[in-house]
């Protein structure tokens, strides 16, 4: 059965780019999808992301990370906050210290999250290039989540409002489709 890995890609606590990936997570277990969570605040607490990792050290459990999440997965749904008018810092450290290969014809889904007006439009379209230098094929419904204080309760798993709800579910329907 196909798996479903979500990469929350923020090191801040309690955050909105969480809340949101966990709303998927519950809207993916409805479709009778496994997923695995990749959570960078966790990734980056656990490991010496800006140290060894980046540099080739790795430790046994950032190995093990690349072993059985991401090389033996295809499909990946990436949940970015804006930061500074593009994405967290932390993502792009993440994404430096995996070897290239393990990303080749591997599938993305971009989520953009912001309080402000744009759901992170520029964040997604700075990563969707990276992804692509990756060799990561970008499904082309990136989806902007502006406002994100107005369509989110923490610890629920739906959406505040019926369209940001459907908006998502629709997304996810079509990820799971392509082939």
């Known amino acids: 059965m196909e798996k479903i890995v979500l ?3 923020t090191n801040r606590p309690n955050s909105y780019t969480n809340a949101v990936g966990n709303i998927y997570k519950a809207i993916l277990n409805q479709h009778k999808v496994l997923t ?3 959570d960078l605040k966790e ?3 656990q490991t ?3 140290n060894e990792e980046l540099f ?3 430790t046994e459990a950032f190995n093990s990370l690349i072993t059985e999440k991401l090389q033996t997965n295809t499909k990946f749904i990436f949940f970015i906050p804006e930061y500074n008018g593009s994405f967290p810092g932390v993502l792009k450290v993440f994404l430096d210290a995996i ?3 393990t990303w080749t014809n591997k599938k993305a889904l971009l989520v953009g999250i912001s309080s402000g007006r744009a759901g992170n439009l520029r964040g997604m379209e700075h990563l969707t290039g990276i992804l692509n230098y990756l060799k990561f094929f970008v499904h082309p419904n990136r989806l902007p989540i502006s406002l994100i204080d107005t369509h989110v309760d923490f ?3 739906n959406f505040k409002t019926d369209t940001q709800q459907k ?3 629709d997304q996810i329907k079509q990820f799971l489709s392509w082939n």
Do not use: D, N, Q
Request: aromatic residues 4%; charged residues 15%.
């Open 43 to 45: 990734v980056s607490a």
């Open 155 to 157: 610890g629920s798993t």
């Open 99 to 101: 070897p290239p290969a």
């Open 48 to 50: 010496h992301l800006l």
């Open 167 to 169: 908006v998502s579910e």
């Open 56 to 58: 080739g050290k790795r």
């Open 7 to 9: 990469i929350f890609a």
């Open 36 to 38: 695995e969570v990749i």
